[in-house]
């Protein structure tokens, strides 16, 4: 018997998301169906409405999510019903040439599940990387659920299914932050203050926070900012420079994936520093540098997928550190709401008033 839920259903470009009626088949072969406890809004479920990711509209919304597995397919196995889970989205095939090379957090062929969940009238609904959490059952691949410790409360756990997992692992895996670096965060929303805290779990010893909203300054000082730049005042290269002896970061995380904030990142940074782009840019930005200061700046550009995380390494650890009270993971949770808000906190997180909205179900 397919699940009956209510879901977040983003119809075309700019929409108002809508809450419909949608259809959830029973898991087949290697899938699982979840009971989705709390799933957190995040930017790139706006990129999804705004037709910035793709135009594979219907869009079923919702990607940072935690539940307990109700239904698994034949052939499942590491996870049964009534396990706690963070829903991921790089379910590792083990088989693609990352996988085989043994760098299984870039797997270029991650599960999805097979069927399609769909609305009543039968249209298959493209679920947000590959989730679609938004909805009170929904159906994945079973290696999108990694097993956690169900103390965790799950607004809290879901959060590491996104946002909060990419921007820890933008310091601490993609840009390697060591103890005594120092390091700037461009963008202090969810995925920005994340990259603030993986700093400072790292050691880093200058954690300069940058961002065009005081609100959101004071909230990453919070995280662990030691200092606060708003770009909108003051030139945040100099500003990076000022508080680095003159030189730049060793580390700058560009949280907003604009070409501006590319731009600043590029240079704030010091001689052989590393550059982290984990901000999502939209198909018609366009970036421009003098190549010869890519060749004389040195050091390393890289893009950081999710944070460059491997869910069954990283989760239950960031989870046994969070429940040690040693990862305040509960800051990242502004408010949480229900599933017909989310369409509202889009406008909040607009106006830069949440961190996470988090729909509970
Ligand atoms: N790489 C990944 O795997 C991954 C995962 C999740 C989210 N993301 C992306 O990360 C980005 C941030 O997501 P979020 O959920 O934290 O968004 P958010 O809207 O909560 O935060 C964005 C922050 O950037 C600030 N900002 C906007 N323009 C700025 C500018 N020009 N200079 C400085 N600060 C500026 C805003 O004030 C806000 O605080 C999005 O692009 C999202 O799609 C990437
Ligand atoms: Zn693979
Ligand atoms: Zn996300």
Redesign the pocket.
Known sequence: MPYEVRGVIARGEGREVSVENVLVPDPGPGEAVVAVQACGV???DL?YREGGISDDFPFLLGHEAAGVVEAVGEGVTGIEPGDFVILNWRAVCGQCRACLRGRPWYCFATHNATQKMTLEDGTELSPALGIGAFLGHTLVAAGQCTKVSPEAPAAVAGLLG??VM??LGAALNTGAVTRGDSVAV???????DAAVLGAQLAGASTIIA????DR?LAWARDFGATHTVN?RENDPVDAVRDLTGGFGADVVID????P??YRQAFYARDLAGTVVL???PTPEMKLELPLLDVFGRGGALKS????DCLPSRDFPMLIDLYLQGRLPLDKFVTETIGLDDVEESFAK?GR?EV?RSVVVL
């Open positions: 995040c930017h790139t990129h996104c946002g990419a921007g461009i963008g202090c929303g969810g995925v920005g940058i961002d065009v909203d959101k770009s949280a907003v994936g604009r501006e904030t984990v901000g999502v950081s997928w999710y944070g997180m830069g961190l």
